[in-house]
């Protein structure tokens, strides 16, 4: 039997964590209250003490529903797409074999495709040639070696942000280990066989979601992420370190914070930032088979929707 997994995309501020209380929480007056384990698919919040620039679900929200892949990372280690596909298979089973539904939710577009369709084959990595792009970029940065990328892989650097250092030097490595871009490797255009997939895509009028995100950032510095930040560069943070690449971190390394107007450029600069990664999350989710795109803009309608399309999992579970 394949296994069933529900899938739920949608970029920050959107109302995942939400709909998936109202939904499975043990606090629920849904049908499917209690029945589902979630498993986060956002590629920052997998780093422990960057908890308020991710917006982390609370420790009662966490207690509400069970929580996978958040907190098990130091914000010094790299975590990528491939760690997220085997950690997220390991514990599809293991929840179904729990006898609960898993839930694969979160932001992460990049992250939630492979997961769908399945990693695309690339070659493995050279050690050497590794070293040496490394040594490249901590000399003359992440912004050259992006330009580097634009020239030779166009198609793959319109996919990945500026500062993705991890994911620059990887397509730069595939580049100059075959010849060929990254973005020509085959990827998968079919749901892997091995679950059967509910897939909801959640969507908001952009004027909505756009100002959803400021509000959500201005949250976050009255919940206390200067201090947070602060704490984390007293103990040795810095720029280049794979957590620290997240927005509402990275741009704390970009100025002078206690400059006049410091925080308020701070401020803006991770609003702009969030709008202008949520409208890019979309691009990775574009072409998925049989997904199910519901308006998040009602949200008794959207409960109602989304409960309407769990109910292929149900009976598999039946």
Not at 19 to 35: E, I, N, P, Q
Request: charged share 30%; with cysteine; proline share 3%.
């Amino acid at each position: 039997m394949r296994i069933p997994v529900i899938v739920v995309f949608a970029p920050t501020a959107t109302g995942k964590t939400a709909l998936a209380l109202t939904v499975f929480g043990r606090g629920s007056h849904s049908f499917f209250k209690d029945k589902a384990e979630l498993i986060s698919a956002d590629s920052m919040q997998v780093y422990r003490k960057l908890d308020i620039g991710t917006a982390k679900p609370s420790f009662e929200e966490r207690q509400e529903l069970v929580h996978h892949l958040i907190d098990i990372r130091d914000y010094t280690e790299q975590y990528n797409a491939a760690d997220f596909v085997s950690d997220a298979d390991l514990l599809c089973r293991e929840i179904w074999e729990r006898g609960k539904i898993p839930v694969v939710a979160g932001g992460t577009g990049f992250y939630i495709r492979n997961f769908l369709l399945g990693l695309p084959e690339t070659p493995e990595s050279d050690e050497t040639l590794r070293e040496e792009l490394k040594s490249r970029c901590r000399e003359k940065g992440a912004e050259f070696m992006y330009r580097e990328l634009l020239r030779v892989d166009s198609e793959s650097a319109a996919k990945i942000h500026i500062h993705d250092e991890y994911r620059i030097l990887r397509a730069l490595e595939v580049f100059y280990l075959t010849g060929k871009p990254r973005s020509s490797f085959s990827v998968s255009n079919t749901l892997r066989t091995e679950y059967d997939f509910t897939t909801v895509i959640l969507q908001r009028d952009r004027n909505v979601l756009y100002r959803r995100i400021d509000e959500r950032v201005e949250q976050m510095f009255s919940l206390g992420l200067e201090k947070e930040v602060r704490a984390l560069m007293a103990e040795g943070a810095c720029a280049d370190m794979p957590g620290m690449k997240a927005i509402g971190y990275r741009e704390w390394f970009s100025g002078d914070m206690d400059s006049s107007g410091g925080i308020e450029r701070i401020k803006g600069e991770i609003q702009h930032s969030s709008r202008k990664y949520a409208k890019k999350q979309y691009t990775f989710i574009q072409g998925i088979p049989g997904a199910h795109f519901l308006s998040a803009d009602d949200e008794t309608a959207l409960v109602r929707d989304f409960e309407e399309c769990l109910y292929r999992s149900l009976k598999i579970m039946q």
